[in-house]
């Protein structure tokens, strides 16, 4: 059986995407118009009721507020490169995150127009979901997003509107380790399937309480060093690493961050980059 591998620009033995999810802000409450209040919840509470959670939502705000100048000073401090994946209305909201994006150089992908769930829309609110994103990103950043990642889950029509609406790569995929090409989905319109991993992502410690921060440190370290190692023996692959500003942005897990990114640092053959460039390399060594 062949393992699949790219080669990566300067001969590098991986690549390392580092995503940053942006949710807070644009997240589920009555106060804009859902029908009830926003059920992932560190706090483990939720009440199936038209009620306000204002805890949660304070839990939400602590990543703005706390969490966010954390990320950002070792984002700056260890020369890392990412790819933001913001649901537009919580820059809208909180315009000091797509001012930081701006200043470091950084990536924005649409994760939204909100933090909600599309697969529940028509072919029509869905584009018109997927247009509000575009245009109200590249109001708060000045660049208007090339990736897309959904909530968890999407339509049968979600590809075709992205390719419809100039989008290049999608993220709602984890079969693998290297992008791909999706050419079925709109015949003569291929797209860059640049795939996203779940079992690194800090969202572990909250949905997974057994899984501490050593715990999720080691596992991400044993991750990067497994892919390091593929692409030694001459099968480079990609590695995502996802991060929320309201979870890695806590006092008692940042250090975690930081010890990884210390890991990283001690090798200088990683291309560490954002996801639009790892699709358009691909596109350049695999055309469509």
């Not at 062949?2 to 080669?7: H, L, M, N």
């Not at 304070?58 to 100048?69: F, H, M, T």
Request: glycine share 6%; with cysteine.
């Amino acid at each position: 059986m062949q393992e699949e591998r790219i080669d990566w620009p300067d001969g590098a033995k991986m690549a390392l995407s580092i995503v940053i999810n942006v949710e807070e802000g644009s997240e589920m409450t009555v106060a804009r118009g859902d029908r009830g209040m926003e059920p992932v919840d560190e706090l483990g509470v939720h009440v199936k009721s038209p009620i306000r959670n204002y805890s949660n939502e304070s839990n939400y705000l602590y990543g703005i507020k706390a969490g966010a100048p954390r990320v950002v000073k070792l984002l700056r401090q260890y020369d890392i490169l990412a790819s933001w994946t913001v649901a537009a209305l919580s820059l809208e909201n909180h315009p000091e995150i797509a001012q930081a994006i701006v200043e470091l150089g950084h990536e924005p992908v649409s994760h939204g127009w909100r933090w909600v769930h599309q697969f529940k829309m028509d072919e029509a609110e869905e584009r018109d979901f997927i247009r509000k994103a575009i245009t109200s990103i590249e109001n708060t950043t000045g660049s208007r997003p090339y990736g897309w990642l959904s909530r968890y889950l999407l339509t049968d029509n979600t590809r075709r509107l992205l390719i419809e609406e100039g989008f290049t790569y999608h993220m709602d995929d984890y079969s693998g380790d290297v992008p791909f090409w999706d050419r079925d989905c709109v015949p003569g319109k291929p797209i860059v399937i640049v795939p996203y991993q779940l079992d690194s992502n800090d969202m572990k410690m909250w949905t997974d309480p057994a899984m501490t921060p050593d715990q999720w440190l080691h596992y991400a370290k044993r991750n990067f060093d497994q892919i390091y190692s593929e692409g030694i023996q001459g099968n480079p692959k990609m590695m995502s690493l996802g991060l929320h500003l309201r979870i890695i942005g806590r006092p008692g897990r940042i250090w975690a961050l930081q010890e990884f990114f210390e890991h990283v640092r001690k090798h200088s053959d990683i291309w560490v980059t954002t996801r639009n460039q790892i699709a358009q390399h691909f596109a350049h060594v695999n055309p469509a």
